[in-house]
Each structure stands twice: as structure tokens, then as C-alpha cells.
């Protein structure tokens, strides 16, 4: 079978469930070498595990929370220790959902979703945007493509008075990712941001949203995305050669209209 990413290394957050499992499973099956990271051991071991009994890619999982500093450099450590060089593929996708407006959203959840979602995602873009570029140093950047990707969201783009916290967070990654972007495409390291509409996975329980309004939503403008379709994009985005950038991909169900 073809490998078309055989020679890459890759780093993916938030890959025990959803769309980060989805993009690890992708990455592996077209040859990559990737780094699985989460919090829950036992279900990162079980994916890491299916994904090395298929025998496309290899995995190795880095658990821990990608808020933490010690986590986010051990996760690019290993990669480099175990697959012989620095990751070239960083998906920056550990995150959770907040339901809910300004006024009736649970406050007690909004560090937690501001650490995860904002802080995590720039320790990590910043880490591994430091790592990539002196690993390109002054060589040929056309050789050998870097990618960081960035999983957005479409309320990161458009407001929403129905999850206005969780927004914030993605409009303010969105804002770092493009600035990120502007700061080391120069240099040769693509920065993407891949906004997906409604995505059916563990968000929509985690996030605390009311099953029976969503089960309606889902009515309206289902079918919704599946985390598989989210990796495709992915794939798509880090498969072109390394001078052609799309840099900003929005994913959304066919007949969601809203936002
Ligand atoms: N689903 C949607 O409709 C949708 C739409 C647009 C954007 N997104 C974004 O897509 C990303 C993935 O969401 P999803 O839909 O795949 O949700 P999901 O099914 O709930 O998966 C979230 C993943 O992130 C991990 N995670 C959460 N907090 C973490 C932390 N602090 N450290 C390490 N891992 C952590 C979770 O694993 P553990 O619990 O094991 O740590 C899980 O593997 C998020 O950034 C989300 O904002 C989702």
C-alpha cells in the first residue's frame, strides 16, 4: 500500500476521542509516525493500540493534560526520541465546548475552558513553531514540509449568543493561529486553521448540552459532521507540497445554517 506520509512525524492533541482520534487514525493510515496525547490513559492505549495492530503508522501515546507545560514539551520530546526527529505535524485539537450564553453558562467552567482551549493551544503552536523553524534553519524548507494545524471553529468566526465563552476561546486561537502564521510562513512552516461546523462526538456531552434541544438541532440540519470528515480536511491541508498553503479551511454539514 502507498504511505504517502511515511517520512512524516506527528504530534496530535486531544486523541483519545472525536475529531483528534479521527486525524491520528487518518495520519497513521497514510504512514505517519504520531504522538497521541489526552488525559484518559486507558482509552489513548486502546486507539494507540488499534492503530499499531493495523501496522500503516506507528503510534506512541503522551498522556497528560495539553494545558501543562511539562506535558506539552514531553509529547514533542517523544516524538523526536522515539521517531528519530522533531515532529513536522503538530494538531493543536485538545479543547472542550462550554454550553451556554454570558449570563447563563457555568462559571465555574470557564478556567478550565480558557486554560485548555486558549492557553494549551498557544503553549503548543508556540513550542513547537520554536522547534520546527531552527530544525529548518537555513536548509531547503521546500524539502521537507512543516505543518502546525489548528482545530478552530466556525463560532470562532461567527458569533454566538448560544455559546458565547466557548466562542471567545476559538476567536482568540483563531487570532493567534493566523498571527502564528504570518510570524513563520516566511520561514517555511505552514499554520493552518481548519474551522469545523457541528461535529457529532463526546463535545456535545462535555460541552453540557441539553440532549433534547440538540437532538432537535440535529433534526434541522443533520446529518452533521463525523470526526472522520474533520481528518480527511486535515489530510487534505498537510498532503500538499510543501510551497502550496490552504490555509484556512471551514467544514460544515451541508445544510447547517447556523452560524
Ligand atoms: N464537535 C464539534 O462540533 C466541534 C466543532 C468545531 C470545533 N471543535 C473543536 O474540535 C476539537 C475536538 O473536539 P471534539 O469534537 O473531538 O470533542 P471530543 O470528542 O470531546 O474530544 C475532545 C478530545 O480532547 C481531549 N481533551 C480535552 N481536554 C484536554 C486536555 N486538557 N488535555 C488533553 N486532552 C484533552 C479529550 O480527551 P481526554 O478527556 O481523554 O483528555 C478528547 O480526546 C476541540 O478543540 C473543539 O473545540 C469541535
Request: a negative charge; aromatic letters at 4%; charged letters at 25%.
Amino acid at each position: 500500500m502507498m504511505s504517502p506520509m511515511r517520512h512524516r512525524v506527528a504530534v496530535v492533541t486531544g486523541a483519545s476521542a472525536g475529531i483528534g482520534e479521527a486525524v491520528a487514525r487518518e495520519l497513521a493510515r497514510l504512514g505517519a509516525s504520531v504522538v497521541l496525547n489526552a488525559r484518559r490513559e486507558e482509552q489513548l492505549a486502546r486507539v494507540v493500540g488499534e492503530i499499531n495492530e493495523a501496522k500503516d503508522g506507528e503510534a506512541i501515546a503522551c498522556p497528560g493534560d495539553a494545558a501543562d507545560a511539562g506535558v506539552v514539551t514531553e509529547m514533542l520530546d517523544r516524538a523526536r526520541d522515539h521517531f528519530g526527529s522533531e515532529a513536522d505535524l503538530v494538531v493543536v485539537n485538545a479543547g472542550r465546548g462550554l454550553a451556554g450564553s454570558v449570563l447563563d453558562s457555568d462559571t465555574d467552567q470557564w478556567e478550565e475552558m480558557v486554560r485548555t482551549n486558549l492557553l494549551g493551544a498557544a503553549r503548543l503552536m508556540r513550542e513547537a513553531a520554536g522547534r520546527m523553524v531552527v530544525g529548518i534553519g537555513d536548509g531547503d524548507w521546500r524539502e521537507r514540509a512543516h505543518d502546525i494545524v489548528v482545530i478552530g471553529s466556525n463560532v470562532g468566526r461567527h458569533i454566538s449568543p448560544f455559546s458565547s465563552m466557548y466562542g471567545s476561546t476559538k476567536f482568540a486561537v483563531h487570532s493567534i493561529a493566523e498571527a502564528l502564521r504570518r510570524e513563520i510562513g516566511p520561514r517555511g512552516v505552514r499554520v493552518t486553521l481548519v474551522e469545523p461546523g457541528i461535529v457529532h462526538s463526546e463535545f456535545q456531552r462535555v460541552a453540557g448540552y441539553d440532549p433534547e434541544k440538540f437532538g432537535e438541532f440535529m433534526e434541522k440540519v443533520g446529518p452533521v459532521l463525523e470526526p472522520a470528515d474533520v481528518a480527511r480536511a486535515v489530510a487534505f491541508v498537510v498532503s500538499q507540497p510543501a510551497a502550496v498553503h490552504v490555509n484556512d479551511l471551514v467544514i460544515r454539514p451541508t445544510r447547517q445554517d447556523y452560524p
